[in-house]
């Protein structure tokens, strides 16, 4: 392991920025223990979003086959550079996560001879590309989202804040049950492997952190697939008065009290049941039935 991190003083020198979430993890330990806990080997083509001054990337170039980086700050470029410069297996690109075509990223691992090749629909599905992050928290949720729906990515490791965390994997009947679990749900099984202090950090955020695991499902390559957007649909609707009983919450949204009645009746739902009672395959029970009365109307 190249031992020569040398960039402190221009480290010190460096100006946060709290509008890109530029919170920096301090702890050595802990950035050995994100990258134990990712499980990525030799064998690994990993995606970094954020690699700030490079101090987890060294972690995860340790480990994987290639890493590519991807960092919207141009300023951090010079001591990122210079952090990583004792590795061969990085890329890094200066770019807007939320806004690079993913196309790019995954040609970067194929300059490097990496057989790449279109994810394809069924059971066997390969996904070549492993995601580990300490998000940047103004955008954890379009960041998840867009790796969830990405077919080349099968497992992300990512650092969130410990309440997102606790929305991501809250089971059924909590009160951070909601659309995030859903929809992680709906692409991966989660898990939440460790909270995170705040004091981990420079500068040191307002909140504790956790690092959530997401292994993606095999299926659900066709991410405009027509039930997907039904079914969030009808979750949205469900969920957008939570304190309320979810056949009213439904029936406000448009959906046929008749209906509702009775495929509540067929499912076996008590008729006071709320949003948060309903786990994901319940909802897409309960969608299948409310599509069949449509069709026999
Ligand atoms: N990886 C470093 C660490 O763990 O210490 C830094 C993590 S810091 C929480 C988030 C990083 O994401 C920052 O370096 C920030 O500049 C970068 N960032 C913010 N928005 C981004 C975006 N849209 N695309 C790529 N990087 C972004």
Known sequence: MPTNFSAKNKMNKFKHKHSLGQNFITDEFLLEDIADESGITKDDYVLEIGPGNGALTRCLCDRAKYVVAVEIDKTLLP?????????????????????????????????????ITSPTVGADIIRPIKVVANLPYYITSPIIQNLLQNPYISDMTLMVQKEVAERIVADPNTKDFGILTLACNYFADTEMIMIVSKDCFFPKPKVDSAVVYFKKHFSHTNYSDNNYEKLFKLIKASFAQRRKKLLNSLINAGYSKEVLISAFDKLHFDENVRAENLSLDDYKNLLTLLCSYSYNE
């Open 79 to 115: 001591l990122l550079k210079s952090n990583l410069k004792d590795y061969k297996n990085v890329s890094i690109i200066n770019a807007d996560f939320l806004n690079y075509d993913f196309q790019n990223i995954i040609n970067e691992f194929k300059e490097t001879g990496a057989n």
